[in-house]
């Protein structure tokens, strides 16, 4: 990790967050839409899915209440995305998945919880947990650019399993989320 420290630099500040700390809901509705999509795509889709909701993320009850082909077209949303965030929207009013609790869970506890709404897998669970909860130590298993980084800067000759990750992460304990942040920005730094 020291050569991918000196190559990347200082992170810098971390940017805005685009939803408020304690909006769980809008920070999960956000994942949803940007999943499998291109940085300006994912920005767009929830821009006009904002607008749609008077500049704002939808609440539960205004996602439940919309009619799922217009939320489609108004947004650009696919319409498996729209279900996704209806599953989300429907474990959150049912009370399935209380999200003013993600702050004090642990996070096996939060990646349990979330990976029980359809459409939120593993990966987005990490996501919500290092860059939303801000949490200092998640590994980013799934993420197909952490395993990249990986390859690239400690010489496997194919993309490392989940199991592999965890044992190379070992040595960065507590601060693994701050270590996938050198690496994703590694990526940025290599040469094409």
């Not at 990966?123 to 590994?139: G, K, N, Q, S, Y």
């Amino acid at each position: 990790m020291r050569r991918v420290i000196d190559t990347v630099g200082d992170l810098g500040a971390r940017g805005g967050r685009a939803v408020a700390p304690d909006d769980h809901y809008g920070a999960l509705v956000r994942s949803i839409v940007g999943q499998q999509l291109s940085a300006k795509a994912a920005y767009a889709i929830n821009a006009r899915l904002r607008e749609r909701f008077a500049g704002r993320p939808p609440t539960p009850q205004e996602v439940l209440a919309e009619d799922p082909e217009q939320l489609r077209a108004a947004a650009g949303l696919s319409r498996a995305k729209v279900s996704f965030l209806r599953s989300l929207a429907e474990h959150v009013v049912s009370g399935e998945l209380e999200l003013d609790r993600m702050g004090e869970l642990p996070d096996s506890e939060v990646i349990a919880e979330l990976v029980a709404v359809r459409g939120i897998g593993e990966w987005t669970a990490h996501m919500f947990l290092i860059f939303h909860l801000e949490r200092p130590d998640v590994l980013a298993t799934g993420d197909l650019g952490i395993r990249a980084a990986m390859v690239e800067h400690y010489g496997l000759r194919k993309l490392p399993t989940p199991e592999r990750m965890t044992r190379i992460a070992r040595p960065w304990r507590p601060h693994r989320s701050t270590a996938c942040r050198f690496l994703w920005r590694s990526l940025d730094n290599t040469p094409a």
